[in-house]
């Protein structure tokens, strides 16, 4: 039997237009004013904004409450989630939460490792893994029942999404593993930032010859660089990351104070581009602390306006 959600953005997909999500950092307060201006600031240019769950490890408003925000404020959110600082009782509980509140979407991830954050001495968890999680969700709202097997009267109605990294090693398990995440239940994919084009097609290549792309909805990671700098420590600090040579010397060619501007440029070159790649069903832009420019990609990337849904 088919679930039918209350997600708009599930709809989006459906209908057959390009989706287009955006994402929000809690701030490091009770104040939930940032996060709110945010939302307010690119809500007529995304089907739906993430919000992300203490990303990078360091401790913030809680995902769930700034979702809850963003709702009452008549917005669509995605609750991410990660396995790294719950266990499948807090996990689960968590779902039952955001379905309270009408929170339709959730991304399900296994978080960054804790020595990254503010608390590097923190137990971690992974009571369950990101793919266990997607299928926690699946289970809970197909079967309507918890882990334990027991019943839930109101089963938790959420449109089911994961993460994929095209660019880590080895990049031959890159499709099986996305693969598996579908067989997990996922239903739509955000994956890492694109910047190397070139192999993201050749991953996209192998997720159209096996199908997967008519099994699950694939948004291509787009973030902007502000600068060579930041360019250059993608390239050499974060893990998964694939900043190919070219961009960096792209960047390194003109001004400091153009910089910015050509980032900008690459963005929506890539997302004209990639609009015309074979399975990729819209693009998620993570405009990291840069929300105020989610429009001005959107319009001239050609995804605006955005398509309205019943």
Known sequence: MEIKTKSKLEKVFKSGAMAVTSECGPPR????AHIITKGHLIKNHVDAINITDNQTSVTRLCSLAACIHL??????????MVVRDRNRIALQADILGAASFGINNVLCLSGDHQSFGDHPKAQNVFDLD???????VRHMRDEGK???????????????GAA?????DPFKIRVPRLAK???AGAEFIQTQCVYNLEKFELWMKGVVERGLHEKVFIMAGITPMRSVGMAKYMARAVPGMDVPEELIKRLSGVPKDKQADEGINFAVESIQRLKECKGVSGFHIMAIEWEEK???????????PRPVVD
């Open 181 to 183: 995440k579908i067989a």
């Open 130 to 136: 990101s793919m266990q999680l997607v299928q926690t």
């Open 294 to 304: 989610v429009p001005e990609i959107v319009e001239r990337s050609g995804l605006y």
């Open 164 to 168: 994929a990294n095209p660019f880590a």
């Open 71 to 80: 709702k009452l404020e008549g917005l669509e959110p995605v609750l991410q």
């Open 146 to 160: 918890f882990l334990s097997g027991d019943e839930i009267k109101l089963p938790p109605n959420l449109f089911v």
């Open 29 to 32: 307060s009770s104040d939930p």
